[in-house]
T-cell receptor, first 113, second 114 residues
Framework: AQSVTQLGSHVSVSEGALVLLRCNYSSSVPPYLFWYVQYPNQGLQLLLKYTSAATLVKGINGFEAEFKKSETSFHLTKPSAHMSDAAEYFC???????????FGTGTRLTIIP | DVKVTQSSRYLVKRTGEKVFLECVQDMDHENMFWYRQDPGLGLRLIYFSYDVKMKEKGDIPEGYSVSREKKERFSLILESASTNQTSMYLCASMKGGRVTGELFFGEGSRLTVL
């Protein structure tokens, strides 16, 4: 069975500072990994995905994530936080060939002016 | 603009009532999903459907059923609502075939059971 663990249910960073949201995965087979974002009162939307091609994945709004098999990690980063980045972020995993995604518990990102 | 539409944003129901949550997608996607979102628990899969009239249990199907009579519509049914089903319900769709993992979500239906 696959699972993801998101360390830190709440993260606060200053505007302009580095954003780092942590995700570790567990999967018995090569995984597909995803980051989704949920803005207030909205559904989730895809930020980026890893599907066994390049290990450094770039997404929308300046976010990127690096797949590290040795660390079973897929952390999300952004060099400089903007106020508009305030949202909840979810990491998700699915084994190759399986449509069902398993989500983490989410990390709420707050940006301090 | 692709869209997943959930019929009700907010519902208030009483214990024991039958509740229908409707979801429609306009992307001709084969796969549709119902998730439940609770603080500190993330999203948990209730049911999903990979074709018309097909359904598969997710991680927390107890107390729920689903119906998919048409490709674009996927309904979640609470036969007898209970207070522990108070939650945010999210519908999503995904194109079939080669897995991309890109779920398209509706805006959610917040259900309160009194």
């Amino acid at each position: 069975a696959q699972s993801v663990t998101q360390l830190g249910s709440h993260v606060s960073v200053s505007e302009g500072a580095l954003v780092l949201l942590r995700c570790n995965y567990s999967s018995s087979v090569p995984p597909y990994l995803f980051w989704y974002v949920q803005y207030p009162n909205q559904g989730l939307q895809l930020l980026l995905k890893y599907t066994s091609a390049a290990t450094l994945v770039k997404g929308i709004n300046g976010f990127e994530a690096e797949f590290k098999k040795s660390e079973t990690s897929f952390h999300l980063t952004k060099p400089s936080a903007h106020m508009s980045d305030a949202a909840e972020y979810f990491c998700a995993v699915t084994p190759f060939g399986n449509e069902k995604l398993t989500f983490g518990t989410g990390t709420r990102l707050t940006i301090i002016p | 603009d692709v869209k997943v539409t959930q019929s009700s944003r907010y519902l208030v129901k009483r214990t024991g009532e039958k509740v229908f949550l409707e979801c429609v997608q306009d992307m001709d996607h084969e796969n549709m999903f119902w998730y439940r979102q609770d603080p500190g628990l993330g999203l948990r899969l209730i049911y999903f459907s990979y074709d018309v009239k097909m359904k598969e249990k997710g991680d927390i199907p107890e107390g729920y059923s689903v119906s998919r009579e048409k490709k674009e519509r996927f309904s979640l049914i609470l036969e007898s609502a209970s207070t522990n089903q108070t939650s945010m319900y999210l519908c999503a769709s995904m194109k079939g075939g080669r897995v991309t993992g890109e779920l398209f979500f509706g805006e959610g239906s917040r259900l309160t059971v009194l």
